[in-house]
């Protein structure tokens, strides 16, 4: 009898959730999932970000932005990109 852990069924299910939402492709082989991305990093975070920021009261978005910056480890050429955006 093979009895799934907590934690393998969790995984299970977050994979699942990740493939419904269509950030996972499905492939099978045999008795095996074979999972890959459907969208790059560079897609997901702007994905998630979006979502982030429109669940975010307009009047928090500046802090939210200053939370972000100030954890982040900038570049020169991200802080000119910033300045730009400011203008």
Known sequence: MYVLTRSFSSM??????????????????????????????????????????????????GNTIIELISKATLSFHDIEKLEKALK
């Open 12 to 61: 299970k299910t977050f994979i699942g959730r990740l493939v419904k939402k269509g950030m996972l492709h499905t492939q099978t082989e045999g008795k095996k999932f074979i999972y890959s991305a459907t969208i790059n990093e560079s897609e997901f975070i702007k994905s998630t970000l979006h979502e982030t920021f429109d669940n975010i009261c307009n009047k928090d978005v």
